[in-house]
């Protein structure tokens, strides 16, 4: 089974509003991360945050880390067409292997 | 700096055969991990190497192998191939193996198996 597991499954917005997805886990963790991918090619990596941190900022996206609820939040503001892709959470319980999440299809409608 | 790199991009085979897929590291970075995307499964865990070595290993059979060379680039091998063996798969490559650091995806090799 997934370690981490993403909701919504799919989100469809408009540009310019926020789009918030969530990731919860079940064991524990070194460090949690967020990729994106583009229909089906690489992924991108957009944001690490390590178990002792609670949020960090890049850009457009804000994460938070919630240990406590073994959960994960990726906010980004202010969402653009091309922020349209798949959003994974990934975890890495087990030295050197990540767990990805099932994802967060996301639709930025312009 | 260049990504990594993945070939083929696209390869078809047929059901028995075997498939080699390729993958070249960031320079600098010596693991690489392997991943199965399949439709309607997600990204799974495959192989993960360390310099040279394999350090971790999915829960998939042993008809997929792989190696990794001394340059650390990495090539992962399915043998009898099967129809559900169908999927994107995709390398990645860090600086450090194990916790804590980032992994840097290369665009995939589409396998499609007839």
């Known amino acids: 089974s997934q370690q981490g597991e993403e909701d919504p499954q799919a989100l469809s917005i408009q540009e310019g509003e926020n789009a918030t997805m969530n990731c919860s886990y079940k064991?524990?963790?070194?460090?949690l991360q967020w990729y994106r991918q583009n229909s089906g090619r690489g992924l991108v990596h957009l944001i690490l945050?390590?178990?002792?941190?609670r949020e960090k900022h890049s850009g457009r996206l804000r994460v938070t880390l919630d240990t406590s609820k073994k959960s994960s939040s990726l906010l980004i503001t202010a969402s653009r067409a091309a922020d349209t892709a798949s959003y994974f959470c990934?975890?890495?319980?087990?030295?050197?292997?990540?767990?990805f999440g099932q994802g967060t299809e996301l639709s930025v409608k312009p | 700096e260049a990504g990594v790199t993945q070939s083929p991009t696209h390869l078809i085979k047929t059901r028995g055969q075997q498939a080699t897929l390729r993958c070249s590291p960031i320079?600098?970075?010596?693991?690489v991990y392997w991943y199965q995307q399949a439709l309607g499964l997600g990204l799974q865990f495959l192989l993960w190497?360390?310099?040279?070595?394999?350090?971790n290993r999915g829960n998939f059979p042993p008809r997929f192998s792989g190696r990794q060379f001394p340059n650390y680039s990495s090539e992962l091998n399915v043998n009898a191939l099967e129809l559900e063996d169908s999927a994107l798969y995709l390398c990645?490559?860090?600086?450090?193996?194990?916790?804590?650091?980032?992994?840097?995806f290369g665009q995939g090799t589409r396998l499609t198996v007839v």
């Open positions: 320079s600098g970075h010596t693991s």
């Open positions: 945050i390590r178990s002792n941190e």
């Open positions: 064991t524990s963790i070194n460090n």
């Open positions: 990934a975890t890495d319980p087990d030295g050197g292997k990540l767990i």
């Open positions: 190497y360390d310099e040279g070595e394999e350090r």
């Open positions: 990645a490559s860090s600086f450090v193996g194990g916790r804590g650091t980032e992994a840097f």
